[in-house]
């Protein structure tokens, strides 16, 4: 007779349900595909009352969901509560102190509070699993970890917040402005609770950051992602990087350069007929570079309760197979701290801006961009019949600080009709 696999799970909402689904309905697939039986035995959330479409009844209740990890009944602490801090921290925190293996879908955890978790874990020769919290079906930390172990990553970037991919495709697909796609989704329930996480580039931040450590040995580094949302971008770039032949994706890039670990998640232009330009709606993408495989694509659902519980239930099957990997591919002792490059590499800009009409604008605003040793590739100033100049430039490749240079030498000159808008255009 095996030892069966025994769960804790704590979050009942999307994942929680899926996870519990997936044990319920594939009893006899999990069992023969890791050789035990995998069984739930605790289960926890806020209300014990809800309605959750499944049955509940053949688990323990605990309404603190540090008892529920510290049970022991349960091998595995299975978080999906969500939240930084608070009952998430407290109870992974208490998990592993109670000598149990975790399985989370948190990014925001893992961002903020990865690396002492993952000492506290490995201190105490347990693993910390988190598959599902970087876009979500997608096997991409397995594959980083394992598959493309014989690697030395060069790069790894992506699109990695759903709900932001649907925005820009939605605005691109129907015409309609950002306000109003906004709504949509909001309407949908595709955004976070505060949807700044979402459109103001966190969420995929904190997957950046996540996905750099594995990808470079580094300590996990969110407060060195360089970040910008798409709340600025308009209807209006939509249409003009469309006409260029680019599309505009929320776009994370990290990187090793001489001058030390570059992340970044900002809005981009990237071809339109590339695999990145062509990802629509909720869809994720992850883009990994190594020395050995050159470029691998992984494209799949970044969200929703089937995706995001099959990532986690990959992670549960593993601990129950008994593989057991650093919570960071390499004991957590042995992460060094990233060196920030401080600047970003080197690109072309999108530059639009909205000129006063009138005598000489132009030839200053180009003039601020010569002084800042920035050359024009291409330039295009649309018709208009008010008292403001639709100009469009693309830049040659240039540093972002001399074009942020450029662009306060613009707005000094008062010619400027409104803040520029400026997106890199990105190599993909
Ligand atoms: P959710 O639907 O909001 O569910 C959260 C669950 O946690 C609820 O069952 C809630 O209880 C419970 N909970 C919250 N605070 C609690 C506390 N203090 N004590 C006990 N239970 C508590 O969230 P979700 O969408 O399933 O997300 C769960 C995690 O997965 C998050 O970390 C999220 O970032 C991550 N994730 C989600 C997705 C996705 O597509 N949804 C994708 C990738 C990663 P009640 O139900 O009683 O309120
Ligand atoms: N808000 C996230 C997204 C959920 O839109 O991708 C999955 O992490």
Redesign the pocket.
């Known amino acids: 007779m095996t030892t069966p696999l025994r769960l804790g799970i704590?979050?009942?909402?999307?994942?929680?349900v899926g996870v519990v689904k997936i044990v319920r309905q594939k009893a006899n697939l999990l069992a023969a595909r890791t050789g035990r039986p995998v069984v739930i035995t605790a289960v926890?959330?806020?209300?014990k009352d809800?309605d959750r479409g499944v049955n509940l009844n053949d688990y323990a209740w605990e309404d603190d969901?540090v008892a529920l990890a510290k049970r022991d009944d349960v091998d595995v602490f299975v978080e999906?509560?969500?939240?930084h801090d608070?009952?998430a921290k407290d109870a992974t925190e208490a998990a592993i102190a109670a000598g149990k293996d975790v399985v989370t879908?948190?990014?925001?955890l893992l961002a903020l509070h990865g690396q002492e978790l993952a000492e506290a874990a490995e201190a105490n020769d347990r693993v910390i699993r988190f598959e599902?919290?970087v876009a979500?079906g997608i096997p991409v930390i397995k594959s980083l970890t394992e598959g493309l172990a014989g690697n030395e990553i060069q790069r790894v970037m992506g699109v990695m917040n759903g709900t932001c991919n649907y925005i820009l495709t939605r605005m691109q697909d129907a015409g309609l402005p950002y306000e109003e796609v906004f709504a949509e989704a909001d309407a949908l329930g595709y955004l976070e609770a505060d949807p700044n996480l979402d459109v103001g580039g966190i969420d995929a931040g904190h997957k950046l950051a996540l996905l750099s450590s594995i990808a470079f040995g580094t300590k996990v580094a969110f407060d060195g992602v360089e970040l910008e949302g798409i709340q600025r971008i308009s209807i209006e770039d939509i249409h003009q990087a469309a006409e260029l032949g680019f599309r505009i994706k929320l776009l994370g890039v990290a990187q090793l350069t001489g001058r030390g670990l570059e992340q970044r998640m900002s809005p981009c232009l990237v071809p339109a007929d590339s695999p990145l330009g062509q990802l629509k709606g909720g869809t994720n993408m992850v883009v990994i570079e190594g020395d050995a495989v050159e470029q691998v694509v992984l494209r799949g659902p970044g969200?929703?309760e089937g995706p995001?519980a099959s990532a986690v239930m990959g992670d549960i099957c593993d601990i129950a197979r008994g593989l057991r990997i650093s919570t960071f591919g390499v004991p957590a002792e042995t992460l060094e701290v990233a060196k920030s490059a401080h600047s970003i590499s080197p690109a072309p800009y999108y530059l639009r801006m909205e000129l006063l009409d009138r005598p000489g604008a132009l030839a200053k605003v180009a003039t601020a961009l010569g002084e800042s040793g920035i050359s024009i590739d291409r330039m295009r100033q649309s018709q208009h019949e008010g008292s403001e100049a639709p100009v469009l430039i693309v830049t040659h490749k240039t540093q972002r600080d001399a074009l942020d240079t450029a662009i306060d030498a613009m707005k000094a000159t008062g010619v400027l009709a409104q803040d520029p808008v400026a997106l890199r255009i990105e190599s993909v």
Do not use: E, I, Q
Request: proline letters at 3%; hydrophobic letters at 40%; a positive charge.
């Open positions: 704590a979050g009942l909402g999307t994942v929680g926890s959330a806020r209300s809800k969901p999906l509560m969500g939240g608070g009952a879908a948190n990014k925001a599902a919290a979500g969200a929703g995001t």
